[in-house]
Nanobody, 122 residues
Framework: QVQLVESGGGLVQSGGSLRLSCAAS????????MAWYRQAPRKQRELVAT???????NYADSVKGRFTISRDNAKNTLYLQMNSLKPEDTAVYYC????????????????WGQGTQVTVSS
């Protein structure tokens, strides 16, 4: 069964750091662009950062200079290093990625993780 599984969330004080991980498991023949999204209570899900298969990155203005997205293609794992955390970063964080699951097709299927809670106290 192909899935994305996040880990690393938790409770941290303002100014602290956390590192999220997202591991892709199952039989996978390739991974396209991956991303982190977040959803705070009573707000829409928003894009936090993206990284292409070649390592090109892009960030939301609200996290630039504080968050770093990276990936280990050998381990099929996505990371989000979050520094200088603020209470407004409190949200459920989701990883997202295009996975190639059919060896006879070059197309990618969109997958989401189950989410991991990040809470930043003031």
């Amino acid at each position: 069964q192909v899935q994305l599984v996040e880990s690393g969330g938790g409770l941290v004080q303002s100014g602290g750091s956390l590192r999220l991980s997202c591991a892709a498991s199952g039989i996978i023949f390739g991974i396209d662009t991956m991303a982190w999204y977040r959803q705070a209570p009573r707000k829409q899900r928003e894009l936090v950062a993206t990284i292409t298969s070649g390592g090109a990155t892009n960030y939301a203005d609200s996290v630039k200079g504080r968050f770093t997205i990276s990936r280990d293609n050998a381990k099929n794992t996505l990371y989000l290093q979050m520094n200088s955390l603020k209470p407004e970063d409190t949200a459920v964080y989701y990883c997202n990625g295009g996975l190639r699951i059919n060896p006879l097709s070059l197309s990618y299927v969109d997958y989401w993780g189950q989410g991991t809670q990040v809470t930043v106290s003031s």
